[in-house]
């Protein structure tokens, strides 16, 4: 016997049940749904809320205003110039470039504030490998971090004048990886 002849008989049950059983729950299940989506929409905003707090909170920390924006390496691209907006200190600068077996990351040092670069190689194209050996600033000789930690995990730390301290720098790219 033909098994598809068994759907087709049960279909106008399910259609019948579906128009005898949902119309009377319209009633219940609007507001379920409308009440649970102003709720995750109250959610997101007190998020954003912590969030822009958060922010605002380490931006008066560092000196800057809540209108003022602060440079990371996770937010630059590429290779460009660095500039100081308070004592117009200038550095040339790698944030993030890749080729196809090695990477650079910019990093700066927790210690001296130098801007220093990672190199990273390895033998497939975008993988970081299992280095295990720390990251160490090339000119204070402080140890940053492991490698991959540095590599792996986004590094949204504001970046300051290595001169002044000042987290009021600008960034030019000169080109993009």
């Known amino acids: 016997m033909w098994k598809g002849k068994d759907i087709i008989d049960e279909e106008p ?6 128009f005898l059983v949902v119309p009377p729950l319209l009633p219940i ?3 379920v749904f409308f009440i649970s989506d102003r709720i995750s929409k109250r959610k997101e905003t007190i998020r954003n809320r912590e969030e822009e707090q958060k922010k605002n909170e380490l931006k008066a920390k560092i000196g800057l205003r809540p209108d003022e924006n602060y440079m990371c390496f996770s937010h630059m691209g590429g290779a460009g110039v660095i500039k100081c907006a308070d004592c117009g200190y200038e550095e040339k600068i790698t944030s993030f470039t890749h080729g196809s ?6 990093r700066q040092c927790p210690n001296c504030y130098a801007f220093v670069v990672e190199y990273n190689e390895s033998e497939k194209y975008h993988c970081f490998g299992d280095a295990e050996e720390d990251f160490v600033c090339r000119k204070c000789g402080t140890i940053i971090r492991k490698k991959e930690e540095a590599i792996s995990k986004g590094n949204d730390d504001p970046l300051f004048c290595p001169k002044c301290h000042s987290a009021r720098l600008h960034y030019h790219m000169i080109y993009i990886t």
Not at 101 to 106: A, D, F, K
């Open 13 to 18: 049950k399910v259609k019948i049940m579906f």
């Open 101 to 106: 077996y090695s990477c650079t990351i910019g």
């Open 29 to 31: 299940l609007f507001p």
